[in-house]
T-cell receptor
Framework: AQSVTQPDIHITVSEGASLELRCNYSYGATPYLFWYVQSPGQGLQLLLKYFSGDTLVQGIKGFEAEFKRSQSSFNLRKPSVHWSDAAEYFCAVGFYTGTASKLTFGTGTRLQVTL | DSGVTQTPKHLITATGQRVTLRCSPRSGDLSVYWYQQSLDQGLQFLIQYYNGEERAKGNILERFSAQQFPDLHSELNLSSLELGDSALYFC??????????????FGEGSWLTVV
């Protein structure tokens, strides 16, 4: 079965520091991978996605993610975190069941940014 | 703004009652998804419709039902509400034929509190 693991429930970084959020997936075929961000009281906004091509994907707000098939990982990175990046981040894997496309989310990582 | 509109934004109701959550997908999107987000269960897929037809079911309780109308808006009906149904309910829509790589856009959610 398809699954997504985000091993870090909560991460705290200082403003200006680099960030890496971990995501591991389990899926038998080529995965479609997504990172979403949820700010407090808001819906989920797509940061970036990967489904083929270059394994380093650029997204919005200065985020990037790297797909590593050998490690079944799709970690999210940002070189310098801003206080406004404090939010919850969700990794997700998309797949096709034969009749429908579905999106399975990880449990999320809450990012706290200290000034 | 994702283009997905959900109403109401907040709702407080008593146990045993029934509520209806409404979703208008992005213009032209045929697929509508419903997700439930709670503290203990995370983001759980409930159900998907494509052009009026149910396509996939997730962890949706029998007390819950949904439909998608000819104008493509969707409603999620929650009945015999229990305290544990308190959650943030997201609607999302996807363009095209529902290929897994197509982005799913989320609304801002409907906060349901059952007292």
């Amino acid at each position: 079965a398809q699954s997504v693991t985000q091993p870090d429930i909560h991460i705290t970084v200082s403003e200006g520091a680099s960030l890496e959020l971990r995501c591991n997936y389990s899926y038998g075929a080529t995965p479609y991978l997504f990172w979403y961000v949820q700010s407090p009281g808001q819906g989920l906004q797509l940061l970036l996605k990967y489904f083929s091509g270059d394994t380093l994907v650029q997204g919005i707000k200065g985020f990037e993610a790297e797909f590593k098939r050998s490690q079944s990982s799709f970690n999210l990175r940002k070189p310098s975190v801003h206080w406004s990046d404090a939010a919850e981040y969700f990794c997700a894997v998309g797949f096709y069941t034969g009749t429908a496309s579905k999106l399975t989310f990880g449990t999320g990582t809450r990012l706290q940014v200290t000034l | 703004d994702s283009g997905v509109t959900q109403t109401p934004k907040h709702l407080i109701t008593a146990t045993g009652q029934r509520v209806t959550l409404r979703c208008s997908p992005r213009s032209g999107d045929l697929s509508v998804y419903w997700y439930q987000q709670s503290l203990d269960q995370g983001l759980q897929f409930l159900i998907q419709y494509y052009n009026g037809e149910e396509r996939a079911k997730g962890n949706i309780l029998e007390r819950f039902s949904a439909q998608q109308f000819p104008d493509l808006h969707s409603e999620l009906n929650l009945s015999s509400l229990e305290l544990g149904d308190s959650a943030l309910y997201f609607c999302a829509s996807r363009s095209g034929t529902g290929r897994p790589g197509n982005t799913i856009y989320f609304g801002e959610g409907s906060w349901l509190t059952v007292v």
